[in-house]
């Protein structure tokens, strides 16, 4: 486990980790404005719950294999970017005129994209597995349920960025769907920011 100083470190460097956008971050900021905030919430959940996939991952040595194979990290940003891209394009083209903003069918449909769009994202997997054996002593009780536990605080800290991001986001879209004219240019925004993110991922290197 982390000494005192190391966890000043530790908490520190996953909070810049945390607040910087990346295509997780961009699904939930699309989600909230185009759904709400009860969306943008369920949404950041997904995306939670996507990362403990890496978190579980790495801790048991699987996510090395996006370091060490090319081959396996581009297909997996392909599978990731190309996924939020197409929710882009849905977002700007799947709805018919007249249409109020569109909110997810199931309730459950946010959290099951959250998952797919950051259990897909190889930069993650890689950050996990580059940044969190720097806190994790083997040779003092460390092992894989200390790297997890560590991951479990990653991504609650991510959560919680997540979910201040849902929050403003959701305000914003339901005060801009209370304006005539607004909705379609919500859809718009929603849908340039998830093909934003899905491009994002899609040029993203193993590096």
């Known amino acids: 486990m982390p000494t005192g100083a190391e966890w000043l470190v530790f908490l520190g460097s996953t909070a810049v980790f945390a607040m910087l956008p990346?295509?997780?971050?961009?699904?939930?900021?699309?989600?909230?404005?185009?759904?709400?905030r009860s969306e943008g919430f369920?949404?950041?959940?997904?995306?939670?719950?996507?990362?403990?996939?890496?978190?579980?991952?790495?801790?048991?040595?699987?996510?090395?294999?996006?370091?060490t194979s090319a081959q396996a990290f581009t297909v997996v940003k392909?599978?990731?970017?190309g996924y939020l891209v197409l929710l882009g394009l849905h977002s700007l083209f799947g709805r018919t005129k007249g249409e109020t903003p569109m909110r997810s069918r199931s309730r459950r449909g946010p959290i099951v994209q959250g998952v797919l769009t950051e259990a897909f994202n190889p930069k993650t997997a890689l950050f996990f597995l580059a940044f969190l054996p720097h806190f994790v002593n083997a040779g003092k009780g460390g092992g894989p349920l200390v790297f997890i536990l560590l991951g479990l605080i990653v991504v609650a800290i991510a959560l919680v960025v997540?979910?201040?991001v849902a929050a403003s986001a959701g305000a914003l879209g339901t005060k801009?769907?209370?304006?005539?004219?607004?909705?379609?240019?919500?859809?718009?925004?929603?849908?340039?920011a998830m093909i934003g993110a899905g491009t994002v991922l899609l040029v993203a290197d193993g590096d």
């Open 176 to 192: 801009l769907a209370a304006r005539p004219g607004w909705v379609k240019r919500q859809r718009t925004v929603s849908g340039l």
């Open 22 to 36: 990346g295509p997780g971050i961009l699904y939930v900021l699309a989600r909230g404005l185009r759904g709400g």
């Open 78 to 81: 392909i599978i990731g970017g």
């Open 162 to 164: 997540d979910l201040a």
């Open 42 to 67: 369920r949404s950041a959940v997904g995306t939670a719950m996507g990362a403990m996939v890496h978190v579980t991952a790495a801790s048991f040595g699987l996510s090395a294999v996006l370091a």
